[in-house]
C-alpha cells in the first residue's frame, strides 16, 4: 500500500490523476484497479467517477512494481557479450501479457540490445543471462539446448524428502490451456522425459532446503516435481499445498536460481569455459537463514 496526497489546483477525475502520477502504470492495471476499486479515500474506496481534491491523502492499493517501473536490476557479471543479472520474484524475464515492467526493460536502461537466452518463472527469483549480439545469443541458445550449462537452484520444500540424495526420473506432460504440467512415473501419449536431480542441505521439522540441478529443462519442472514425489515447493498454490502457505503467509514460492556454471570448449565464448556465477535466494521466512 502506498499514501499519496493530491497536488494541484483543481480536483480532478481520479483515472485522470492516476494516469499523471504513474505514467508508467500499463492501461489495463489501472482499468482493473478502478474496477476493484484499489484506491481508498478515508478508508472509503474510490471508482472511475469520483473526483479527488487537492490536499486528499489517498491509499492506493495496487502492486508497486506496476507504479514506476523497477529499480535497476542487481548484475553479477557484464562483458562485450553477456549479462548476468538477478531476477526479483514477482516479474517476468521479458514480454510480460499484463504490460507490467520486465527484467528485461529493467536491464536494457544500461545494456540496450540485452537479449534473454533463457526464462524463469515469474515467481522464481535468480540468475539470468543475456546476450548482447547475435554471436553470443546463438552461442547461449546453443549451449541451453545440448545442456552444456549447469543451472543449480536452491528451494525449500514441506517434509524432508527420503533419500537425501537422489536423481528422479518421470515423464511430463503439458496442459498449455491451464498452463500447468502434470508428472508421471511412466511414459504416456504427449509426454516428455525429465530428470531432476536433488541434495537435502538442511532441514527444520516442517521444511527443507534443497540444492536442485536441472538435467532436462521442462516447463514447471522442479515446482511439479518435488510436489509429485510428496515434497512441494513452500509457496507453491499450484502444484503445493496451499493450506500450509497460508498458515506459513507464504505468497511466493521458495524457489531461486542460485548458480549458473558455464562451458564452452570453442567458439567466440570459448574465453567463458568454466566460470562460475551465483547468488544468495532472498527466502525471506524469519527466522531461517537458509
Known amino acids: 500500500m502506498r499514501k499519496l496526497r493530491v497536488l494541484g489546483e483543481r480536483p480532478l477525475p481520479l483515472p485522470q490523476f492516476l494516469r499523471q502520477s504513474f505514467p508508467s ?76 515492467p520486465t527484467l528485461a526493460d529493467a536491464l536494457r536502461a544500461e545494456y540496450p540490445g540485452a537479449l534473454p537466452c533463457h526464462r524463469l518463472d515469474v515467481q522464481t527469483g535468480g540468475l539470468v543471462l543475456f546476450a548482447l549480439n547475435p554471436s553470443a545469443l546463438r552461442e547461449l541458445e546453443r549451449a541451453f539446448k545440448e545442456r552444456s550449462l549447469q543451472k543449480i537452484y536452491r528451494c525449500l520444500v514441506f517434509g524432508r524428502p527420503t533419500p537425501g540424495v537422489a536423481l528422479l526420473q518421470a515423464w511430463l506432460s503439458k496442459d498449455a490451456s491451464a498452463s500447468r504440467v502434470y508428472v508421471h512415473d511412466r511414459a504416456v501419449p504427449g509426454s516428455l522425459p525429465i530428470e531432476t536431480a536433488y541434495q537435502t542441505l538442511d532441514s527444520s521439522s516442517e521444511m527443507s532446503l534443497l540444492k536442485v540441478e536441472l538435467i532436462t529443462g521442462r516447463t514447471h519442472q522442479i515446482r511439479a516435481h518435488l510436489a509429485h514425489i510428496g515434497h512441494p ?51 525471506g521466512l524469519r527466522g531461517l537463514e537458509w
Not at 549458473?260 to 544468495?280: E, I, Q, T
Open 25 to 100: 502504470l500499463p492501461p489495463g492495471i489501472l482499468q482493473n484497479a478502478l474496477k476493484r476499486r484499489d484506491v481508498k479515500r478515508g478508508g472509503l474506496r474510490l471508482g472511475a467517477k469520483d473526483l479527488v481534491e487537492p490536499g486528499e491523502e489517498l491509499e492506493i492499493f495496487i502492486d508497486e512494481r506496476f507504479l514506476g517501473g523497477l529499480p535497476p536490476p542487481k548484475v553479477v557479471f557484464a562483458d562485450e557479450n553477456i549479462v548476468v543479472a538477478v531476477k526479483p520474484q514477482g516479474i517476468a524475464v521479458a514480454e510480460d501479457s499484463r504490460g507490467a
Open 233 to 283: 515447493v513452500c509457496g507453491d498454490d499450484k502444484y503445493g499445498d496451499r493450506a500450509k502457505n497460508k498458515a506459513y503467509s507464504l505468497t511466493r514460492q521458495q524457489l531461486w536460481a542460485t548458480e549458473v556454471h558455464l562451458r564452452f570448449d570453442d567458439g567466440p565464448l570459448r574465453y567463458l569455459n568454466g566460470k562460475a556465477f551465483s547468488v544468495k535466494p532472498e527466502f
